[in-house]
């Protein structure tokens, strides 16, 4: 059973930064890839960005590319979200997710485990 806890979230104002971290607990977190998503209300889930198990392969969705950057520390179990340039359009519900396979994969659906979430708000 893999366990994932969502943290660092908050207020912050337009074009400040917020690193959001994800602990993980459970033997998938190990040689897997992991990714995160977010959703605002009213609006479905949406992919922003994934890592596979070494660090080496990333993907973002465009809208965050150059703002927003993942990375893990494998030694701590932790997965990492540093967000720069907050817009009001990133305020969202953020989840990490981790998969079950060491495939890097944008789809809700390809994740088998999730963390509750963290209220990211970006406010003009």
């Known amino acids: 059973q893999v366990q994932l806890v969502e943290t660092g979230g908050g207020l912050v104002q337009t074009g400040g930064s917020l690193r959001l971290s994800c602990a993980a607990s459970g033997p998938a977190f190990s040689g897997n890839a992991m990714a995160w998503f977010r959703q605002a209300p009213g609006k479905e889930r949406e992919f922003v960005a994934a890592i596979d198990w070494s660090g080496v392969s990333t993907y973002y969705t465009n809208s965050v590319k150059g703002r927003f950057t993942i990375n893990r520390d494998n030694a701590k179990n932790t997965l990492y979200l540093q967000m720069n340039s907050l817009k009001p359009e990133d305020t969202a519900v953020y989840y990490c997710?981790?998969?079950?396979?060491?495939?890097?994969?944008?789809?809700?659906?390809?994740?088998?485990?999730w963390g509750q979430g963290t209220q990211v708000i970006a406010s003009s």
């Open positions: 997710a981790a998969r079950s396979t060491d495939l890097i994969d944008a789809r809700p659906s390809a994740y088998a485990y």
